[in-house]
């Protein structure tokens, strides 16, 4: 099973600035099978990203996810008050699926 | 809309039971698999199980495999999970999600509020 390392750990920025969050693979995995979540705090998991690249339903063209093998990487092009969450990756090829420790997005 | 709500955490000691249930609408429920997902307070997610939508093929991590058992009634539209032998690493709020497909994708498109379970003496 694919062990999912983020940085960093945490992000401090301000509204407006563009937010690049990374996610690595111990092993090599198919892009179809890569996902990012956001959690607000006190809130359920949203899926954000699924396939690597192509956004769930419902989430704003600002978010967009890129990458391959074993290096991810999940793109906000301008902050919104309401994007600072934690935001997890997540490998779904095969069971056990397997998520990232997370990357907080803090306000600075 | 699609509303997922879970029941059935609360205080539990250590080496007890607890079924957790999940009440699914909005969506034909046999057309999704289903799965729990957990988080221990303050700490990150781990999928705990999940469920083929008409199958009964189940799948399990491995720190759980054993102990908790996943089901689903296709005729009251429930999720459930049946947790025995509880130690207090199983302490965790359980979310319980629905996956864009009938098979087990892992795509977690959907979650509950999330139910506490807390194991301790």
């Known amino acids: 099973e694919a062990v999912l390392t983020q940085s960093p750990g945490t992000l401090s920025l301000s509204p407006g600035e563009r937010a690049t969050l990374s996610c690595r693979a111990s092993q090599s995995v198919s892009s179809s099978s890569l996902a990012w979540y956001q959690q607000r705090p006190g809130q359920a998991p949203r899926l954000l990203i699924y396939g690597a690249s192509s956004r769930a339903t419902g989430i704003p063209d600002r978010f967009s996810g890129s990458g391959s093998g074993t290096d991810f990487t999940l793109t906000i092009s301008r902050l919104e008050p309401e994007d600072f969450a934690v935001y997890y990756c997540?490998?779904?090829?095969?069971?056990?699926?397997?998520f990232g420790q997370g990357t907080k997005l803090e306000i600075k | 809309e699609v509303r997922l709500v879970e029941s059935g955490g609360g205080l539990v000691q250590p080496g007890g039971s607890l079924r957790l249930s999940c009440a699914a609408s909005?969506?034909?429920?046999?057309?999704?698999?289903m799965s729990w997902v957990r988080q221990a307070p303050g700490k990150g997610l781990e999928w705990v199980s999940g469920i083929g939508g008409t199958t009964s093929n189940t799948y399990y991590a491995n720190s759980v495999k054993g102990r908790l058992t996943v089901s689903r009634d296709n005729y009251k539209n429930t999720l459930y999970l049946q947790m025995n032998s509880l130690t207090g690493e199983d302490t965790a709020i359980y979310y319980c999600?629905?996956?864009?497909?009938?098979?087990?994708?892992?795509?977690?498109?959907?979650w509950g509020e999330g139910t506490l379970v807390t194991v301790s003496s």
């Open positions: 997540q490998h779904y090829g095969n069971s056990p699926y397997t």
């Open positions: 909005g969506f034909t429920f046999t057309s999704h698999a």
């Open positions: 999600a629905k996956e864009s497909r009938g098979y087990n994708s892992g795509i977690f498109d959907s």
